[in-house]
């Protein structure tokens, strides 16, 4: 039951960088994988990159050396790094994890062109 807080959104220009935190309240050594989702307007979540405990990741094609998912299991905590952004990247951003109790409430990116 792992209860997630992500952070580090904001207003950015494009071809900016942010880097997203996802906390987590206990340790995610255990958790095979994790990974950061994006939403637009109420539309379905898009699952843009994955990370599992071995360190394998996986990236939607649209953010593909763009975009570099991390976890630091020292810390409990997931990162996504986004650089080169782009307006179509604007969404609310979201971490997961297997078993967690619900979403949580996002951080906010939003690209200016």
């Known amino acids: 039951q792992v209860q997630l807080v992500e952070s580090g959104g904001g207003l950015v220009q494009a071809g900016g960088s942010l880097r997203l935190s996802c906390a987590a309240s206990?340790?995610?050594?255990?958790?095979?994988?994790m990974g950061w989702y994006r939403q637009v307007s109420g539309k379905e979540r898009e699952l843009v990159a994955g990370?599992?405990?071995?360190?394998?990741?996986y990236y939607v094609d649209s953010v593909k050396a763009r975009f570099t998912i991390s976890r630091d299991n020292d810390k409990n905590t997931l990162y996504l790094q986004m650089n080169s952004l782009k307006p179509q990247d604007t969404a609310m951003y979201y971490c997961?994890?297997?078993?967690?109790?619900?979403w949580g409430k996002g951080t906010l990116v939003t690209v200016s062109s």
């Open positions: 997961a994890a297997p078993g967690m109790d619900s």
């Open positions: 206990g340790s995610i050594a255990s958790i095979p994988a």
């Open positions: 990370i599992s405990s071995g360190g394998s990741t």
